[in-house]
């Protein structure tokens, strides 16, 4: 009898094993200000005033400084397979010198980076692409600037 209560309760704790690894874990990484943190940053606030309303980013722009970007994720794990993005969330504040010119948050909406919610100047929310870049500048020299005249 004793060989068969200890083969019952080590299949106990084995269906116990095997049901937890199973199970769904979700992990959240990064910080997103809540809506009613963001409600206190307006457009033409300073930076200061910013980082005191909704603290400080979790990334700025790689080039220049003239984005605070704040990032939040959240990852589905089951049993074995690989951890699965399953939302994400930016929130984009966007400086030009000082002052807060875009405040804009975006989302994950099947696969693809979605717009929820802007409070946008008339300042370009899309940024200068390549070929603008190649392009926008065609004309805008002076032939006397490559003559060094002494």
Not at 31 to 56: H, K, N
Not at 71 to 96: L, M
Request: include cysteine; charged fraction near 25%.
């Amino acid at each position: 009898m004793g060989l068969i209560a200890r083969a019952g309760r080590l299949a106990v704790v084995l269906s116990f094993a095997v049901a937890a690894a199973c199970t769904t874990i979700y992990r959240n990484h990064g910080y997103v200000p809540p809506d009613e943190d963001l409600a206190l940053v307006d457009v033409g606030d300073s930076r200061a005033e910013v980082q005191e309303a909704v603290g400080p980013p979790t990334a700025t722009g790689v080039l220049t400084e003239e984005g605070w970007y704040y990032v939040k994720s959240r990852y589905r794990e089951y049993g074995w397979q690989e951890p699965v993005e399953v939302d994400r969330e930016v929130v984009a504040i966007s400086f030009a010198g000082d002052r807060v010119t875009n405040v804009e948050r975006f989302g994950l909406e099947e696969g693809r980076v979605v717009p929820i919610s802007r409070r946008v100047t008339d300042r370009n929310t899309t940024g200068v692409g390549f070929l603008q870049q190649l392009f926008g500048n065609l004309g805008n020299f002076n032939p006397a600037d490559f003559f060094n005249e002494n």
